[in-house]
């Protein structure tokens, strides 16, 4: 992902990823069948961090983007093994200060596309049906480039007297 921090609490984060997921279902012989589906995926989140100066960082996101699925033996016939679909996602997330340039990220995310055909199937009377799943991501960043220090997040360090003025 990259990420651009306008401030200490707002960023906006550009998010690529690749899934692997499968299910089975039960065809009307009665035999079991596994449908794999591999998604690549594309997100645009806006991020608040919660408490940006700490050395954890809680931070929530909401996005939108894109998923690009490719189907193998599904379950409903009429449906394309490729598919390009819109989705909605939100989550929260953790970073852990390391060092200075250097953190661990931990995120959990819901991902909610505009059909029913991640999975391979739509069920008997299912109409305008929605697919969702759950990602938990873990991860490192590195600040490539940091801009000036922020008096935001500068800690109070007492009162000091101005001696040229006493």
Request: with cysteine; charged share 20%; net charge negative.
């Amino acid at each position: 992902s990259l990420q651009r921090n306008f401030s200490e609490h707002i960023a906006l984060r550009l998010e690529g990823s690749y899934s692997h997921m499968e299910s089975e279902f039960t065809d009307l012989f009665r035999v079991t069948n596994t449908t794999v589906s591999n998604v690549l995926g594309g997100n645009l989140d806006f991020m608040y961090y919660l408490v940006p100066c700490e050395p954890v960082s809680p931070y929530l996101f909401v996005g939108g983007g894109v998923a690009y699925h490719m189907l193998d033996n599904y379950a409903t016939t009429f449906l394309k093994e490729n598919d390009l679909v819109a989705k909605f996602n939100g989550g929260f997330g953790v970073e852990w200060a390391i060092d200075s340039d250097w953190k661990f990220v931990s995120e959990a995310a819901y991902h909610l596309t505009l059909n029913s055909e991640l999975d391979g199937a739509i069920g008997l009377g299912e109409i305008n049906g929605k697919d969702s799943y759950l990602a938990v991501n873990l991860g490192l960043l590195y600040y490539f480039d940091k801009g000036p220090q922020s008096k935001y997040c500068q800690l109070y360090s007492g009162i000091t007297v101005d001696q040229e003025k006493v």
